[in-house]
């Protein structure tokens, strides 16, 4: 049986996260189940690179789809984005080997915060980003994002989906500023329930000095969860990429876009998904 995999764009305010929850909840696998129940008139379970929460949205969301599909991969795009709400698209869909499995065989993924660091609330920006009014020292917010890279146990910050295991390896953290905008940037291995939530409010902790960045790191080394500060809300959270050895996006100028600002870090300097 033909397996495809999709690359999924979609906006999480309206719903309760990814993965499927209870029937009367509405997820973004369940309205990709069911587009694809309307597709071929049969039940399809699909499989996801990663379990996105409530709110948070996604630019580079890896699924798989394995069903009876005589028509092509861009005949399957386009009848799944007929049947998909507004806030939900397949940017790119293409057959791979059935032996892929888009959550075990990535490498890495990526995700970007949005903080709206302004005194005045921006209504277009209010699904996208967390408003911080107090004035936020980037340098610092850097200097206790340094302590994150490479592996460590990140107990502090997130529980493990299963097991025990709060070891990650992060090979990137940091913040940058766009106007108005922070965007905090973070790459690893894999990452810990609501563990880039709960860093992001750490760090927010760093930029208005209530902590100072021996305060984070210690915070980080204590491995105790009650040590980490107010996790930050839903909205300004995206999955950007998920990175695989053997499977790559080649989507052209159909560079997915949030209101304000571009979350541009999924693009090369060939504007190319980054899969491998």
């Known amino acids: 049986m033909p ?14 996260g990814f993965q499927r929850q209870k029937a009367d909840q509405p997820t973004i696998q369940s309205k990709l189940e069911e587009a694809l129940y309307q597709i071929i008139q049969q039940p399809v379970t699909i499989t996801g690179a990663g379990r996105t929460d409530a709110g948070v949205h996604a630019l580079g969301q890896v699924a798989g789809i394995t069903i009876e599909w005589r028509h092509g991969a861009m005949a399957l795009r386009n009848a799944l984005n007929v049947h998909l709400p507004d806030d939900i698209v397949v940017l790119q869909l293409k057959e791979v080997p059935v032996s892929f499995h888009p959550r075990f065989d990535a490498k890495r993924r990526a995700y970007q915060y949005v903080v709206l660091n302004a005194p005045t609330r921006r209504p277009m920006a209010r699904l996208t980003s967390w408003q911080v009014a107090r004035p936020l020292q980037i340098d610092q917010m850097n200097a206790a994002a340094a302590a994150l890279h490479g592996e460590h146990n990140f107990a502090t910050f997130g529980q493990p989906p299963k097991g025990e295991n709060c070891v990650r390896h992060v090979f990137a953290a940091r913040w940058q500023r766009q106007g108005e905008f922070l965007l905090f940037f973070i790459e690893a291995n894999a990452f810990l329930y609501r563990m880039v939530r709960s860093l992001v409010g750490s760090l927010k902790l760093v930029g208005d000095g209530t902590w100072t960045v021996d305060d984070f790191v210690a915070a980080l080394q204590s491995q105790d969860r009650a040590m980490a500060g107010p996790t930050a809300p839903a909205q300004g959270l995206f999955l950007v990429y998920v990175t695989y050895d053997d499977l790559r996006f080649e989507i052209g100028d159909m560079q ?9 870090e999924m693009f090369n300097e060939n504007n190319d998904y980054q899969t491998g």
């Open 3 to 16: 397996q495809y995999t999709a690359l999924i764009e979609y906006d999480g305010t309206a719903y309760y």
């Open 256 to 264: 997915p876009q949030v209101s304000e600002p571009f979350l541009g």
